[in-house]
């Protein structure tokens, strides 16, 4: 299935996250929102959350410093929480491609005690037509891959647009519920809930969120981050 037989108004909007989408013009760098502004002194040991995904989590067209693992760096950090969040986001990237490189991100960052991975994938296997079953089997060997190196996971989850029937849809979005309850994940069931019936908070391919889109979305997932934490090590 091609991008364009499901690209509609807001519908590929709350699926698609990368692959083959029209380059939109950037927008001008934005001052951080006073939400988002340091609230509580920053105190505790540094915790350390991947974020890996696709252009999501990469921050397609904004500033570097825009992006939502950026961005919710900033909102965990005006909570008091001395978060350092890796952009493991590659735009473009299916559940396949995720599969296939996530153990060289880990071995990548086998330095590093990683608190938490966010795995944000599943837009781009929609704009594809993947069968929900391979999704699921992907998302399932990142999972695995992650927590085999006794890694927390909180799974950002998508929802498929209505246009592809309600067998795929009904299909795809249990797909996440599904993985969280099977592997003992923390979720957030829809990671584009902010942006619904705001297009405003996209940008002009109708697809990326904008820089006060990735803010929005921040601000609606940023107490399920920090509460997919585990307890802080004080002893070391």
Not at 105 to 129: F, M, S, W
């Amino acid at each position: 299935m091609r991008a364009s037989s499901i690209i509609a108004p807001l519908a590929l909007a709350l699926a698609a996250c990368g692959a083959e989408a029209p380059v939109a013009e950037a927008e001008p760098a934005a001052s951080p929102s006073p939400l988002l502004e340091d609230r509580s002194p920053v105190a505790g040991p540094e915790r350390v959350i991947l974020g890996f995904g696709d252009s999501l989590m990469a921050g397609y067209d904004v500033e570097e410093q825009q992006g939502y693992p950026e961005t919710l760096e900033r909102a965990l950090r005006g909570q008091g929480i001395n978060a350092r969040v890796i952009d493991a986001g590659v735009s473009g990237d299916t559940t396949a491609a995720g599969r296939q490189r996530i153990a060289f991100v880990l071995d990548n960052n086998a330095d590093t005690e990683i608190d938490l991975a966010i795995i944000e994938l599943g837009g781009n296997d929609l704009l594809r037509g993947i069968p929900v079953e391979q999704t699921r089997e992907n998302l399932s060997a990142i999972i695995e891959e992650v927590q085999s190196r006794d890694i927390p996971v909180i799974l950002m989850g998508m929802r498929a647009p209505p246009n592809l029937g309600a067998e795929y849809v009904g299909q795809f979005d249990g797909l996440y519920t599904d993985l969280s309850r099977e592997y003992g994940t923390a979720l957030v069931p829809f990671f584009m809930e902010p942006l619904f019936e705001r297009p405003e908070l996209f940008q002009g391919d109708r697809i990326h969120p904008t820089a006060e889109g990735i803010e929005e979305m921040v601000q609606a997932t940023v107490d399920d981050v920090a509460a997919a934490l585990p307890d802080a090590d004080t002893d070391s």
